[in-house]
């Protein structure tokens, strides 16, 4: 049953250090929020709905989550999901399998580096080291394929600058 993965890096919080000694603590900033507001604004240009949103129990991934809930159908519930901040792949397939989604889903998750890429490598490959990708911050990959390691194929790649790109492009008058 293949579906429609949008694996999606939080957006630029605020720095590591003493202001925030329990990491998972940390807000987005201001940058952070224009940042997930213009992935969502490109998401809806691009006519991307979203049947579950999940994200990671931390405040950063959170508040970036929190863009995207315009684009769930049906006013859908943010999902928290643990395995979005750990270092264990088959739980966190086995979380997203465990959401009893339909043929052709739209799924987004939200979480952290280095644990997206190498979940992405593992989507892709099976492998967490097999596939380099670069995720800055707020930026969306779409993956396609059945919920399987090994078995999706990337779609595209959505940094910053090309999701204002996207949105600036859909605004612009003729």
Same mark, same amino acid.
């Given at each position: ?28 900033? #201001?940058? +952070?929020? %224009?940042?997930? !507001?213009?992935? @969502?604004? /490109? ?6 709905? &979203?049947?579950? *949103? ?18 769930? #159908?049906? +006013?859908? %519930?943010?999902? !928290?999901?643990? @395995?979005? /901040? ?6 966190? &397939?086995?979380? *997203? ?78």
């Amino acid at each position: 049953m293949p579906i429609n993965l949008y694996v999606i890096r939080h957006a630029k919080a605020g720095e590591r250090g003493e202001a925030y000694p329990d990491d998972s603590l940390r807000p987005l900033v #201001k940058k +952070g929020h %224009k940042q997930s !507001e213009m992935l @969502s604004k /490109a998401m809806a240009v691009l006519r991307i709905s &979203l049947d579950k *949103l999940c994200s990671s129990p931390y405040t950063r991934a959170k508040e970036t989550s929190e863009a995207f809930k315009g684009r769930l #159908k049906n +006013g859908k %519930k943010i999902i !928290e999901l643990p @395995s979005l /901040a750990s270092l264990d792949y088959d739980q966190l &397939l086995k979380d *997203l399998q465990d959401l009893n989604l339909e043929p052709d889903s739209h799924i987004a998750i939200v979480g952290h580096e280095p644990y997206l890429s190498e979940f992405c490598s593992f989507m892709l490959s099976g492998s967490t080291d097999e596939v380099a990708l670069r995720f800055k911050k707020a930026t969306m990959v779409h993956l396609y394929g059945s919920l399987q390691a090994g078995t999706m194929a990337m779609h595209s790649m959505i940094q910053p600058k090309i999701a204002a790109a996207i949105v600036q492009e859909a605004y612009v008058d003729d």
